[in-house]
């Protein structure tokens, strides 16, 4: 330590005159002059002024939180003396903070440190490699840099050439635009950049990213628990801090990237805002989201189910409230178009399918709660779903892994879904689903037969306009074309007669099916009789051609085989009386 003191001594004072004052920073002490130190630095002038009463003995200061330690401090005394220095991005942060620290301004000597760091720092910020490298070093000097804005100017000027020439990164990011001003939002660059950046960034430094479930990963945090060591608050200081860079426009963060965001916010306890602000993202563009995606682990205090119901009801919540406010949503869908299964679909459509099929996954969970199943399932509104195949599924299955429900409750449940949108696989499947309610089976069986006698009735009202077309009345004067042409028009009306009396029979045949399970379900529940009587299921029109009259035997002999009897009883041949 000795030697080295001296030596630079010996390299400051060519003059030969002594030192007069000694500055320590850190174990490091350097033997220098009041003079060329009281000029440059009105701190040094303060402190050797403080100092100088005492008996002519040599100043000493202690400089111990000066940014950049014993080696700045050598560039700092260096430049006092007026030898040359070399700077480089990798010493002029610290130096630059240095002159600050010193106060080592215009005011205090021309061309003063300040001012020739300043230089050089703008040089320093013309070039990506130098830019980088300087922002590397002012973790040495944090505060310090942060203070005098050099980590904004450093970040500042990276972030002008990615908008220039976004090829600098390695990232996965189409082709560059041309910018037409530095303060068009995130200085210039594109949202889409922004985010792949980002995206590109958190791969690399947030492992928790990766996790797809606390359940496939089988190592989470038990519930309650805070997060102890300090890389994982680190990484949870470092989400918070990326969620706050995703640009606002809807729709440029992909919502598979949201949703990996806010599992990793659940993991890490991130702050209720950050998970709120991911929450409202994720919902104003619900629609672009897949089912896996939305299946989060339930990982909070109180683990009642093992999905999270209470986070996809608060994204669903902020979807429609965005819905319902935008202009362009095309809020009240036509029903025609929904029921005709058009291709361009409404977002609020997909959302109730992403929906009921959320619902149909989460309904085996024996802890799910009925009131959490229909207040999830009711916000969707009625227009948005085309056909309630999805719900009816849903609530199918929740039925089944729930036998304990009372009647009551099931009614409740089965509330949510429209009959007369189911389609004719599952009308069929519900009229046999004893796991309804009997007036729910009633309904469906209700508006199925009458869809299939609006059916039939459309059928035959076209077959009948068709026939009658083929013979006009009144006395027309054709000439030759017109023969023609009206000989292959008839020839094809006769042709979409036919198809139409095939299909005719076919409705006729699969209405003849369905009153035969009907038949079948009276076999076990007696208790219908009323019910298909007033909806024309009796024998009589069920085999119009086998109904025949009774003959009576002698008094004391009993009915005869096709004799029918009251109440319901069977004959002898098994079928139902009326």
Known sequence: MTSTCCCLTNRLCSNGLPSDVIVEVGEMSFHLHKFPLLSRSIVLEDLIGQCCGEDGKRCLLRLDDIPGGAKTFLLVAK????????LSALNIVSLRCAAEYLQMSEDHGEGNLITQTEIFLNEIFGNWRDSLKALETCEEVFSHAEEIHIVSRCINSLAMKACA???????????????????????????????????????????????????ESGNHATPGSTISTAADADQRNLLEELVELLP?????????????????????????????????????????????????????????????IDCVQRILDHFLLVDRDDPSSNYIAEEGQLMAGSHSLTPTTMVANLIDNYLAEVAPDVNL????????AAVIPDYARPLDDGIYRAIDIYLKAH??????????LCRLM???????????????????PLRVIVQVLFFEQLRLRTSIAGWFFVSDNLESSQNPSGNLAFTRNDVHSQAVATQDRIIAVDEMKERVSELEKECLNMKEEIENIVKTKG????????????????????AKASKPKNSRGSPTSSAPLLNGKKNHSGELGD
């Open 165 to 215: 020439d976004p090829s600098l990164f390695s990232w996965p990011m189409s082709g560059c635009e041309n910018v037409k001003s530095p303060e068009v939002g995130s200085n210039g660059m594109k949202p889409e950049k922004v985010v792949g950046s980002l995206m590109y960034y958190a791969r690399r430094h947030l492992p928790l990213l990766g996790r797809q479930s606390s359940i």
């Open 79 to 86: 430049f006092c003396y007026g030898v040359k220095i070399e």
């Open 418 to 436: 429209n009959c007369q949108k189911l389609s004719l696989e599952a009308s069929t499947h519900a009229a046999q689903n004893e796991r309804l």
């Open 527 to 546: 208790s219908w009789n009323i019910f298909f009587r007033r909806f024309g299921f009796s024998k009589s029109k069920l085999k119009p051609n086998e």
């Open 369 to 376: 709660k009925l009131t959490k199943f229909r207040s999830l």
């Open 248 to 308: 606002d426009q809807k729709g440029v963060t992909p919502s598979k990237f949201l949703l990996r965001l806010l599992r990793t916010a659940m993991i890490l306890h991130a702050s209720p805002s950050c998970r709120e602000n991911l929450e409202k993202r994720i919902g104003s563009q619900l629609d672009q989201a897949a089912l896996e995606d939305i299946m989060i682990p339930n990982i909070g205090y109180s683990i009642e189910t093992l999905y999270d």
């Open 403 to 412: 036998p304990w429900l009372t009647d009551s409750e099931r009614e409740q």
